[in-house]
């Protein structure tokens, strides 16, 4: 008989058993737009966004327009690990910013990704 | 006795209960803003309401936005060996849910086309043997892993241009249909 109470007590602190994993990376370019920046339709220059936020991640002219597009990858990943039941949740975030010049430089609209509500 | 036969019934039906475990695995890349249904006029609108795209493409009198976004479930059972329960047998499946936004425009920037759609699709199932501590993934998901051709752009410019199969300065000048951003 108390050899069943022990397996039982055994069985039931097994189950118990838990861990958990957390990790997370950044690649890209630092998202310094989410930094408070002054840039304003029709004054503000290519060279003042570059000064502000440092070299795009890509280029791309559109017409006679010039594209700078930053990107910044935050990947986080977090996780429960039972005996019984495990969970992992992964969670990329791709932060971007996009800035449309004229052909005299001058910015013409820019915007940036919208951020989940969870991430904000 | 019958007692006893009774405990041992009970105890050798948690063991069988313990035997077996699940695992979901959760992944999510990208945002698609949910916004109600617009019409824009122009890109500068789009921009405002959707914020900026995950990918750029460049056609010879038009341009494209588009927004993408991917949610991965991928639920596992796992059965455990009696007498040898570290290691784990696992079956597994995946499915992902898409968001998708498409906005071409003019090169003078009006609304060409636009297109919004969500779909489900089945990304195959798989089974592993593992560690019983281990959540192992059953589905084969590299691509999604891979490195983003926004950041390796910078790098793929600095390629000597006598061994590249083409210049980067096509794609620049967009004299070259070709797609930055995210490329999920």
Known sequence: ?????????????????????????????????RQP????????????????????????????????????????????????YNETTEVSVFDRAMFIFDQQGVLVDFSYSKLAAKTE | MLKRLILLQVISFICLL???????????????????????????????????????AVLNDAFIFAYHSVAIDEPQFGLAIPSFDIFKFTLGSATAVHHYHFYAFSLQGNVINLQTNHW??????????????????TVDLASFEVRRAANLWGERLLFDTNLIEFSFEEIILAKRLDLIGQDY
């Open chain 2, 18 to 56: 313990m035997l077996t475990s699940c695992s979901v695995i959760k992944r999510q890349y990208g945002h698609v803003e949910t916004v109600p249904a617009f019409s824009p006029k122009d890109y500068h609108q789009v921009l405002t309401k959707m914020g900026a795209p995950d990918s750029i």
């Open chain 1, 37 to 84: 920046q002054t840039f304003t339709n029709g004054t503000t220059t290519s060279q003042q966004v570059l000064t502000a936020l440092g070299p795009p991640s890509q280029v791309l002219s559109i017409g006679k327009k010039t594209i700078y597009y930053y990107l910044k990858e935050q990947v986080t990943r977090e996780g429960l690990i039972l005996l019984i």
């Open chain 1, 1 to 33: 008989m108390k050899m069943i109470y022990q397996t039982l007590i055994a069985i039931m602190l097994t189950s118990f058993l838990s861990g958990c994993v957390n990790y997370s990376r950044d690649s890209g370019v630092e998202n310094l737009w």
């Open chain 2, 120 to 137: 489900q699709s089945a990304l195959g199932d798989s089974s592993s043997i593992g560690l019983i501590f281990v959540v192992e993934e």
